[in-house]
């Protein structure tokens, strides 16, 4: 990963092809808590045309002053609904239980063998839910076991900490006590850099970082090295014994909506 890092001219942005390239501004009021907030943006290159910039994701990592969960926040949910994952990517704290309510006529699944979560929730129909809880920080790949079209994405960040940046590439992080963090910036076509921020009522600069996106993996095995891995092992086991953690209990959909 090539990682270049310049401090342009107050106001300015720096453009390089094919990185992510994003601003930081501290904001800071006459009363703490603090805010940080930045504009990101992702120069288009050959493999990497039109992103998304709401699919961003930038959080402060782990700090011990940084508590892990928001009080008295809403159960987050991924419906399966008209056999895909809704949203496809969600964004939780460590710590957090999802919902996975079924809303279609028929029955799904929901199951992952990522590092950081490796379980089964088995077949449930039609207005039925089950939930887990995500207590590990990292990337979780969810496939449904009965229809392999289906694929979404689990971020669990260290705490209540972050953001997703709108279509414009901006985004703010409210409530910040005053600190040094190492602030993450994150989208799955350029994976993550870190960067050490300073956040108090001084700390109102701007800077410019860039991340060079991850190149495709482009290889030819032979037919019999041809096996799923990564993102499509999901599809290779579908239909078969997934030998996960199943969790067993269910519980009607909370929303109650078919």
């Not at 079209?149 to 971020?155: E, G």
């Not at 239909?239 to 909370?254: F, G, I």
Request: proline share 9%; charged share 20%.
């Amino acid at each position: 990963m090539d990682v270049f890092l310049a401090i342009p001219h107050w106001g300015s942005l720096a453009t390089l092809c094919g990185v992510l390239v994003h601003t930081v501004t501290v904001c800071h009021a006459v009363e703490t808590p603090l805010t940080v907030r930045g504009r990101v943006n992702i120069v288009e290159s050959e493999d990497f045309r039109s992103p998304d910039l709401s699919r961003v994701v930038v959080f402060l990592d782990e700090h011990p002053d940084l508590p892990p969960l928001a009080a008295n926040q809403p159960t987050p949910q991924m419906v399966q609904e008209n056999k895909a994952f809704h949203p496809n990517l969600l964004v939780v704290s460590r710590g957090t239980s999802v919902e996975f309510p079924n809303k279609d006529p028929f029955s799904h699944n929901v199951f992952s063998r990522s590092q950081a979560a490796r379980f089964d929730l088995d077949r449930y129909p039609k207005g039925v839910s089950k939930s887990y809880r995500f207590n590990t920080v990292g990337l979780i790949q969810l496939f449904c076991n009965i229809h392999p079209q289906m694929r979404a994405v689990i971020l669990v960040v260290p705490n209540r900490y972050f953001s997703r940046a709108d279509s414009q590439g901006r985004f703010a992080i409210e409530d910040v006590p005053a600190g040094t963090y190492s602030l993450v910036y994150w989208h799955e076509r350029t994976g993550a850099l870190r960067e050490t921020i300073e956040v108090n009522r001084e700390s109102a600069g701007e800077n410019a970082v860039s991340l060079t996106q991850r190149q495709p993996q482009r290889s030819n095995p032979t037919p019999h090295q041809r096996r799923p891995t990564g993102d499509e092992r999901g599809l290779g086991v579908k239909r078969e014994r997934l030998n996960l953690p199943v969790v067993r209990e269910s519980h009607p959909d909370p929303q109650g909506r078919s």
